[in-house]
């Protein structure tokens, strides 16, 4: 009886509610002439009439004509295939777009404006086929790195020689050095070599005739240099030296197991492996400075940068090139098309040079195309 009678009290007090509870309902705008929905549909949907080019590589600027578009950028969405473009510029018939990352695949381009329900019609875009294999008959390439003609020079670690390999695809045996590390062009044209097991870094003459010892340190893998002509050295187990333009050699920075070091403006640059994580240092006159974990993960190995200050980098075990952007924006490359370990990377007009060692075994040198220019190489100005 008393549960019974305090549902007869809430019955006649809902009663009494319901008229006001509806007055106070929100009111819904009304839209109108002097008035348009923000978020009206039912617009036609765009109508693309060409693409051109209507074939390129990934990252590519590519016009797109028709008619329906929306003029601003934000509210356009361009599909190729399961993938979305980047829209630079709108006008209502014209799209500038950069191509996302697709290799070797022909895709249907299609596009949607906000306010229509409906995508445009579709046309075909062909993705050229941006990766491919340099050389998989070197046992146990160490370093990697392209002259101004475009040859590229990979070391032999079993061989003790440096090969070079011109764009028709000819090798040759360019000279006899034993090589366990990184090589890369610096000063006057010269080709720099890490010889870990010597503990010194050599250089070879442009023509290959000359080979001469530059520094004795201590179990070198990588280097580069600074806008004042500073080297930078990673040794294995050690850490960061500098070797000035007057020969002098000091130990700058500590680390377990660098295996990279790049330098990007101001800037150092430094992978450790076994550490998971990426060090960033700025350069000053009396060595390094601020020193900062930018990426930690699993086992970063090789890196670069590009123009624009973009970050690549490499990761044990995986098969796929990564990147960071000035921002912090990240972005997956080729994902799961390429090797494991990519140990040692290099960057010249827009490719990739990327070398799995074999360890010991044959290995294997692929080129991929980025679709950006390469940072500067300090060494070479």
């Known amino acids: 009886m008393k549960y019974k009678s305090l549902s007869v009290i809430i019955g006649v007090l809902l009663l ?3 008229p006001f509870i509806g007055c106070e309902g929100p009111s819904q705008p009304t839209y109108g002439p002097d008035r348009p929905d923000p978020n009206m549909t039912g617009l036609a949907p765009a109508t693309l009439n060409s693409l051109t080019p209507n074939e390129g590589f990934l990252k590519d600027i590519i016009t797109i004509n028709g008619s329906g578009f929306n003029t601003d950028p934000a509210y356009t969405l361009v599909a190729f295939g399961k993938q979305v473009g980047q829209v ?5 018939n014209e799209l500038q777009v950069q191509t996302p990352n697709i290799s070797d695949q022909t895709v249907n381009v299609k596009v949607a404006v906000k306010g229509s329900e409906y995508w445009s019609n579709e046309l075909e875009f062909t993705f050229k086929n941006t990766i491919d294999i340099i050389d998989e008959e070197i046992v146990w390439p160490n370093g990697v790195d392209v002259d101004d003609a475009g040859n590229v020079y990979i070391g ?3 061989d003790g020689i440096i090969f070079k390999i011109t764009p028709d695809g000819e090798k ?8 366990n590390g990184s090589i890369r062009f610096g000063p006057n044209g010269y080709l720099y070599v890490c010889q870990n097991g010597e503990g010194k870094i050599s250089r070879i003459s442009p023509d290959g005739q000359t080979i001469e010892d530059v520094v004795d340190t201590d179990a070198p893998v990588c280097l580069d240099w600074d806008q004042n002509g500073n080297m930078y050295i990673a040794n294995n187990g050690s850490g ?3 070797l000035t333009p007057d020969n002098e050699l000091t130990q700058v920075a500590e680390f377990s197991e660098p ?3 790049r330098v990007f403006g101001d800037q150092l640059f430094v992978t450790n492996i076994w550490d998971g994580e990426i060090w960033r240092l700025d350069i000053t006159d009396d060595g390094l400075d601020n020193a900062e974990v930018i990426f930690e993960g699993d086992s970063p190995v090789g890196l670069e940068f590009d123009k624009n200050g973009t970050m690549y980098y490499t990761l044990a075990w995986e098969t796929s090139l990564y990147t960071i952007d000035q921002d ?3 972005e997956v490359l080729y994902d ?3 090797m494991t370990p990519m140990r040692y990377i290099t960057f010249n007009k827009k490719f990739m040079y990327l070398v799995y060692p074999g360890w010991g075994d044959v290995g294997q040198i692929m080129r991929v195309y980025i679709g950006v220019e390469q940072a500067p190489n300090y060494g070479r100005q």
Request: glycine share 10%.
């Open 240 to 242: 960061i030296s500098r």
């Open 16 to 18: 009494i509610l319901i």
């Open 328 to 330: 912090g924006g990240e």
């Open 336 to 338: 799961g098309e390429l």
């Open 172 to 179: 040759s045996e360019f000279a006899q050095i034993p090589v």
């Open 156 to 158: 032999s670690a079993a």
């Open 88 to 92: 630079i510029s709108a006008t209502e």
């Open 259 to 261: 295996k990279n070091c």
